[in-house]
């Protein structure tokens, strides 16, 4: 989708879950392969995604694997933001491993393509993975960001998740350093 194309978007993504994911044979197939688009643009345009150069396709089809198992043993959820059936958005938690931590959750890489930033789709998704997290009993649910991402950071304020650390120059990308910035949102909290 050009920028051009993305400044009329007007319809509302659908968000799906990795169950209605699966569901859809076409999008199945398909999904590795678009969030790779995705991420591998990003991480070219300078995010810090945990990765300091773009992931292979490969990479990216054995993470989503992993948290697409994680989701089916209940340790996990993913979700996927559609417009017109393309794929714009993704993001997943997954719970800590250390026994002692299991109630909690880890949000990681919600991404957003370039072109569709600024239209709420990363506010819907995040959104939908804190309802996904509460719906399985997660207690806190955590993520960390890049200092410098102020958009990202700004939109897990607004969704009730507070600063708990920073670390700082922590983060070593493109030959610069940034903060690593700790977020949470406590659920028990708001039950």
Known sequence: MTPEAASDVTAEP?????????????????????????LAELVSGGAALGWVAPPSPDDVAELIDH???????????LRAAYLDRRL???????RYARPTHWPHADLER????????????????TAALVEDA????????????CGDNTNALRLYRSLG??????????VAFAGRRYDKVFYMRDLRQEA
Request: negative net charge; glycine residues 10%.
């Open 161 to 170: 998740f507070t600063e708990y650390g920073r670390l700082p120059g922590f």
């Open 134 to 145: 509460r719906a399985a009993g997660i207690e806190v649910l955590t993520l960390d960001a």
């Open 67 to 77: 948290v697409v198992s994680a989701a089916q043993a209940g340790d996990a959820a």
């Open 110 to 125: 919600v991404a957003v393509d370039a072109a569709m930033h600024g239209h709420g789709i990363g506010r819907s998704l």
């Open 14 to 38: 659908v968000i799906l879950d990795a169950a209605q994911l699966a569901s859809d044979p076409e999008l199945r197939a398909r999904f590795a392969e678009s969030a790779h688009r995705i």
């Open 88 to 94: 714009v958005a993704l993001g997943y938690w997954r």
